[in-house]
């Protein structure tokens, strides 16, 4: 069964940068596509960002497109999620998940438990 665990999280100023890490145990992480997505307190989960299998193709949401860079290292079963110029409005618990590409979260079946990411004004 895949396993995700998410790292990186952290206090940062506004316009400071977080690298998240996504770190996955099982074989098979390579035929899935990854994505970020992220949950503020009070609102429900939106996708930020996601990648192919190979890395092929990625795909953003407008709130953090230009900011943000998801990357992905199958020989450490590690997808990364580079986020630069970071907006109060970043603060969320940022989870990973490996499945079929796409932005919706049903699309996802294996899911991290979360990174704290907090950005101060």
């Known amino acids: 069964q895949l396993q995700l665990v998410e790292s990186g999280g952290g206090l940062v100023q506004a316009g400071g940068s977080l690298r998240l890490s996504c770190a996955a145990s099982?074989?098979?992480?390579?035929?899935?596509?990854v994505a970020w997505f992220r949950q503020a307190p009070g609102k429900e989960r939106e996708f930020v960002s996601t990648?192919?299998?190979?890395?092929?193709?990625?795909d953003y949401a407008d709130a953090v497109k230009g900011r943000f860079a998801i990357s992905r290292d199958n020989a450490k079963n590690t997808v990364y999620l580079q986020m630069n110029s970071l907006k109060p409005e970043d603060t969320a618990v940022y989870y990973c998940?490996?499945?079929?590409?796409?932005?919706?979260?049903?699309?996802?079946?294996?899911w991290g438990q979360g990174t704290q990411v907090t950005v101060s004004s």
């Open positions: 998940a490996a499945g079929a590409y796409g932005r919706l979260p049903d699309r996802y079946g294996a």
């Open positions: 099982g074989r098979t992480f390579i035929t899935y596509a």
């Open positions: 990648i192919r299998w190979n890395g092929s193709s990625t």
